[in-house]
């Protein structure tokens, strides 16, 4: 685990207890395997009775034929409970993003009148960044930008400039493409843009939103289907069907 991977569970731990944690939990619990492991341990006991199975009625001919039958039964049931542990995930992971985003979401109770005075600050504080970006013909230029705005924002403790330049970092990486940027200008700017928006959480949220936005970013990837675990489902029924043909 290298030290990116320690902040953000650092981060994410400082929730401990809550009900966002225990949503975020029960995705860190699903493997998307669940359905097959049952399914085979499950048809590992119907075929053990019915192989034990004694007396002049039961025929080896007969007992493949209820294996092939009860393993095909079972296939069905647990395909459906793949599929329905998938779809029950995406839930949890959509609810939780709304509910991060609702958490993070800093306008939830102001007044119409301190919204839309926010509004016109960050209008003002987008016509700075970009009237400075504008300017930038190379990428060093742009990174000095960046820098020199992150340090005015610790230095003054503006947190409202640190805040808009933490929720608008793509535009330093669009002024990139607009001068053409590649190659080590561009990696110097992936890693640039990573440390000076950890600078920025930290000067600018409190704890709660910063375990919120490590988790955001944790789970903003997350889906899953039922495809994995139904495929060595198939595979299992395949070599039950020729063993026990």
């Not at 330049?165 to 990139?176: C, D, G, K, V």
């Amino acid at each position: 685990m290298n030290g990116h991977e320690n902040a953000v569970n650092e981060h994410i731990e400082y929730l401990k207890g809550t009900d966002t944690y225990r949503q975020y939990k029960k995705l860190t619990e699903y493997t998307g395997m669940e359905a097959s492991q049952a399914f085979f341990s499950e048809l590992d006991k119907e075929i053990e009775k019915i192989e034990a199975l004694e007396g002049s009625l039961y025929t080896q001919e007969g007992k493949n034929a209820a294996i092939r039958e009860k393993t095909q039964e079972l296939a069905d049931k647990h395909y459906s409970e793949g599929d329905q542990h998938a779809n029950q995930y995406n839930q949890i992971v959509m609810d939780l993003n709304k509910s991060l985003e609702k958490k993070l979401a800093a306008d939830n109770d102001m007044s119409e009148f301190e919204a839309n005075k926010r509004l016109l600050r960050n209008t003002e504080y987008q016509g700075k960044v970009k009237n400075e970006l504008m300017f930038a013909r190379s990428g060093r230029q742009v990174l000095e930008i960046l820098s020199d705005m992150v340090n005015k924002v610790e230095v003054t403790e503006n947190k409202a400039f640190g805040r808009y330049l933490l929720n608008n970092l793509y535009l330093f990486s669009e002024q990139m493409d607009k001068i053409g940027a590649e190659g080590n200008e561009r990696a110097l700017l992936a890693g640039n843009l990573a440390n000076n928006k950890s600078k920025l959480e930290n000067l600018v949220l409190s704890k709660p939103d910063r375990a919120y936005k490590a988790m955001q970013e944790e789970i903003k990837n997350k889906w899953a289907s039922g495809g994995a675990s139904n495929q060595l489902i198939k595979m299992r029924i395949e070599r039950i069907m020729n063993k026990y043909k």
